[in-house]
C-alpha cells in the first residue's frame, strides 16, 4: 500500500542499526517514545541520551514539603524532572514559577510538560536567567519554596552540537544560551596565560593547570585555534605528555573534565549568576519558606554555604543544613551523574 499523498512521512533509515550522528539518532531525540531502550538503558546506570535523571528527588521533596495551594519556583527547570515533581506535590492548586536561558531546551521541557496537563493555570516557564531572580519582585506572590539545580542537563552534554563533553567532536562552545555572548573557543583565543592557569586554578582546582595553560596559549599565540572539543582535549594530551605512560590516560581524562568544567563557569558566568541569586532570593521568600540547591562541585557549594551562614547569622533565615545531603549509594549506582552531588537547604525566617 502506498503512503504517497497520505501526509505520513516515513522515518528515515540508517546503515547499522546504530547510527553514528547525533543528529540521524531519532531515540536520543525523543526517548519519551522508546520506553523499552530507556528502561534498559537505566537498569545499567547509565542515563539514556536526550534524557535527563533528575537527582536526589526523595530528598528534595522530603524537605521542600510542598503543599497544595502554595507557590513555588523551580529556578533551573533543565529537563524538567524536578518540575513535574512538584507539580504532582500542588496537585493543581497553587503555582509553580519556572525559568531557563536554554532556548532550544525550554521549549522542548514546555512541550513535555504540557502533554503531561501541566498548563499556564498552573505553571509559568520563563527564557529568564535565574541569577536575574531579583526582576521577578512585583510579578509574583511571595515564594513558599525554591528549587536550584545547578547542573548542566543531560541532554546538553549528550549533544555534540554544544561543545560540552571532551567524549565527542564538536564545536567548543560550552554556553548554555548558545545566541548570548562568547564561546569558550573564542575565549581561549584571547585570554594570557596567567589569567588561563587562574580561571583552571579557581573554577576547577586543575593541579595542572600551569602546563595546560602554557601549552594552549602558546597554540594560540602561533595562530593555532582551539575551535572543538578535540582540539581542546588534544592540546590537554600534549600538555600532559611529561607523565609516566601508565598515568596519562587517567589523568588526561580528569584534566580533560576540570579544564570543560572551568571554561564551562567561565562562559557562562556561573559564580556570578550564583552570587546574585543568593543575594536577591531571600527578598523573594515569605516568611517559612523553603529553599534547596544541588551544588556538583566545590565552588559551588562554598558560595551556597558561605550565603546561607551569614544570613543565619544576619537573622534571614531562622534554620540551615549543618550538613550537605548526598544522594544515596542506591542511587549514584542507577545514576552515575549523580555522585558529586551536594545538597543544601535553608529556611527563612
Known amino acids: 500500500m502506498s503512503n504517497e499523498g497520505s501526509g505520513h512521512k516515513r522515518r528515515v533509515r540508517y546503515s547499522g542499526t546504530h547510527p553514528k550522528s547525533f543528529k540521524e539518532k531519532y531515540k536520543e531525540h525523543a526517548p519519551e517514545q522508546y520506553a523499552d531502550t530507556v528502561e534498559k538503558i537505566l537498569q545499567k546506570g547509565h542515563t ?38 512538584l507539580l504532582r506535590c500542588l496537585d493543581g492548586k497553587g503555582h509553580l514559577y519556572a ?12 512541550e513535555r510538560l504540557e502533554r503531561k496537563g501541566y498548563g499556564p493555570e498552573i505553571l509559568t516557564i520563563w527564557k529568564r536567567n535565574f541569577g536575574e531572580i531579583g526582576t521577578l519582585k512585583g510579578e509574583i506572590p511571595p ?29 567548543l562552545d560550552l554556553r548554555l544560551n548558545p545566541l548570548v555572548g562568547i564561546s569558550a573557543a573564542q575565549r581561549l583565543q584571547e585570554i594570557s596565560r596567567e589569567e588561563l ?13 600551569k602546563d595546560i595553560a602554557k601549552t594552549i596559549v602558546k597554540h594560540c599565540k602561533r595562530g593555532g585555534e582551539v575551535a572543538t572539543t578535540v582540539a581542546l582535549r588534544q592540546l590537554i594530551e600534549e600538555a600532559l605528555a611529561f607523565l609516566p605512560a601508565k598515568e596519562q590516560k587517567e589523568a588526561v581524562k580528569k584534566s ?18 550564583l552570587g546574585a541569586f543568593l543575594e536577591q532570593l531571600p527578598h523573594m521568600l515569605a516568611s517559612g519558606a523553603r529553599v ?14 558561605q550565603s546561607f551562614k551569614q544570613l543565619l547569622r544576619e537573622g534571614v533565615y531562622r534554620d540551615i543544613a549543618t550538613e550537605v545531603i548526598r544522594p544515596t549509594a542506591e542511587e549514584c549506582n542507577r545514576n552515575s551523574r549523580a555522585r558529586s552531588t551536594k545538597m543544601r537547604w535553608a529556611i527563612k525566617a
Open 48 to 85: 539514556p541520551a536526550g534524557m535527563h535523571i533528575p537527582i536526589c528527588v526523595n530528598e528534595i521533596l522530603e524537605f521542600l514539603q510542598v503543599q497544595p495551594g502554595q507557590i513555588g519556583l523551580d529556578a533551573t527547570l533543565g529537563y524538567g524532572g524536578h518540575t513535574s515533581e
Open 99 to 110: 525559568l531557563d536561558i536554554d532556548p532550544f531546551e525550554i521549549e522542548k521541557t514546555k
Open 143 to 171: 515564594l513558599n519554596f525554591v528549587l536550584a539545580d545547578l547542573g548542566v542537563s543531560s541532554m546538553q552534554i549528550d549533544n555534540p552540537d554544544r561543545g560540552f563533553s571532551f567524549k565527542q567532536e564538536g564545536p
Open 197 to 209: 592557569e587562574g580561571m583552571l586554578l579557581e573554577n576547577a582546582d586543575e593541579p595542572y593547570a
Open 256 to 273: 580533560c573534565q576540570r579544564t570543560f568544567q572551568a571554561l564551562r563557569i567561565d562562559v557562562n558566568s556561573e559564580f556570578e549568576v
Open 292 to 305: 534547596a540547591i544541588l551544588t556538583f562541585h566545590s565552588g559551588e557549594d562554598r558560595l551556597v554555604k
